[in-house]
């Protein structure tokens, strides 16, 4: 893997794919192709759980974002392959993307999936007697109590769904609030 350079991206490793200019046009071949998109979507995960960045305006990103703009190489992935690479991530990492819209100019990327964040949840809930508790996901995101908590920062798109997860489990039940970070969960 190759060191990204300066600012958000410090510390990225970028893997060697990131550096071979083929890997910004999309390939005809199928079987090459497959291991492209799966390339891609590891290095999508992987560079928004860098980032902790759980949307992406495709607009922005095709022209600004070092995820799809080697300026080194001078090459970058095209709005709508960027497009099409995500409609096959759906694929490759189900449950990892899905599209906020239907013009598909925003798409919620997860890093771990819903169940897995669900999972890291129940675990908080029973390590810190959270149990029987309601919490406003501003708390759950950002308070004292969450600790290093994988889950502490992640987006609300991100939260939500695993909380969906837990309602479905039985295991949560989310509080409407007049806004989005007064909005709340009770653990059950």
């Known amino acids: 893997m190759a060191a990204a350079g300066g600012g958000a991206d ?35 995960c992987a560079y928004c759980a860098h980032r902790n960045t759980e949307v992406l305006v495709i607009a922005e990103a095709a022209s600004t974002l070092p995820l799809f703009v080697n300026s080194k190489l001078n090459r970058s992935l095209s709005h709508a392959d960027i497009v099409t690479i995500i409609d096959e991530m759906k694929d490759v990492k189900p449950n ?23 999972s890291e949840l129940t675990k908080w809930v029973s390590d810190t007697g959270q149990s029987g508790t309601v919490c406003t996901l501003y708390e759950i995101r950002e308070g004292d109590a969450v600790g290093g908590a994988q889950f502490k920062g992640v987006g609300d798109n991100t939260l939500r769904k695993a909380i969906e997860v837990l309602e479905a489990q039985g295991r949560a039940t989310l509080i409407r609030g007049d806004d989005v970070d007064s909005d709340g969960v009770k653990f059950l």
């Open 10 to 44: 410090e510390g990225f490793e970028w893997p060697w794919q990131y550096n071979f200019p083929p890997f910004f046009t999309l390939q005809p071949n199928a079987e090459t192709r497959a291991k492209q998109v799966s390339a891609w979507s590891e290095l999508i």
């Open 96 to 118: 990892h993307c899905e599209w906020l819209d239907e013009g598909k100019e925003r798409c919620l990327v997860m890093w771990k999936t819903a169940q897995q964040w669900a």
